[in-house]
């Protein structure tokens, strides 16, 4: 089964009500700029491709093609890492990226540790990777008695998207071999893979998410902080709340950088700051 990618431009309708629609018809919205009339890619997949591309063309919305099968785009990737090893040629499996991790703590034992801060339903764990502040020699991996700023980095939270997961292991890769840039003046906690099972699930399962499947991109259980996997990071970041002075939470794919509040159009009293620190 392959998925086409389009990208159309909705116009004159209740776009969030079209989602919806399409969502249901197994059509997922990949990009949508729609605010600011731009763009929104839809990735497509058999069976229903035909009848959900003869949606988009009867309401006018000007479909072009990017690719006929998504698939084809990265399906060699792994075989390439494992040549080169270089986090930036390919997607990573979890259990690649957990042997990532594990390499460069062996790496650099002085300056990051993996920390399992949680188990999924299926009790898969969940890691965190410590690296430590250059400012703070009495070395912030002591944990609770950390005294260094931290900054907090997650990823892989929305299991199909799998660029976020790659962006944060070379995030992760480019601090350890960088330790006197600026950005080792704090202490980071990045949680790769937020998500292993969906992320796990998404590699051995061809479909798109839905709230039938792990992989969904739109599930939030019935309550906040309802699910294991959300509960695990709340919780490591409660652990240094008052040391925490950033918080990223990295999605593909878009470019945009979204603050708070991002849910609706008011702007939050320290938009500001947030922007100029
Ligand atoms: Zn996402």
Request: with cysteine.
């Amino acid at each position: 089964m392959t998925h086409k990618l389009s990208a159309c431009c909705p116009t004159g309708v209740d776009v969030e009500q079209l989602f919806s629609d399409w969502f249901d018809d197994g059509v997922a919205v990949l990009m949508s700029e729609y605010n600011t009339n731009g763009p929104v890619e839809v990735a497509v997949a058999p069976p229903i491709s035909r009848d959900a591309q003869e949606k988009l063309r009867q309401n006018d919305f000007n479909v072009t093609v990017v690719a006929q099968d998504v698939e084809q785009l990265f399906s060699a990737s792994p075989s390439i890492f494992r040549q080169t090893k270089k986090i930036t040629d390919a997607f990573l499996e979890l259990r690649e990226v957990e042997n990532f991790l594990d390499e460069l703590v062996v790496k650099h034992p002085d300056q990051a540790r993996v920390k399992q801060i949680g188990k999924t339903e299926n009790g898969t764990p969940i890691h965190m990777m410590i690296i430590k502040s250059q400012i703070s020699p009495a070395a912030s991996l002591a944990g609770a008695n950390n005294v260094s700023p931290v900054v907090f980095l997650d990823s892989g939270t929305h299991a199909r998207e799998w660029l976020s997961v790659s962006t944060s292991l070379y995030a992760i890769q480019q601090l350890l071999e960088q330790p006197s840039s600026p950005a080792r003046q704090v202490e980071w906690r990045i949680v790769p893979v937020v998500n292993p099972d969906g992320y796990a699930y998404s590699w051995n399962t061809v479909g798109i998410g839905s709230s039938r499947r792990p992989c969904s991109d739109i599930f939030r259980g019935p309550a906040a902080f309802s699910e294991p996997e959300t509960r695990a990071v709340r919780d490591a970041f409660l652990e240094v709340r008052s040391e925490v002075k950033g918080y990223i939470s990295l999605h593909s794919y878009s470019q945009v950088i979204m603050l708070p509040w991002s849910y609706q159009p008011d702007v939050h009293p320290n938009l500001k700051n947030m922007v100029l620190q």
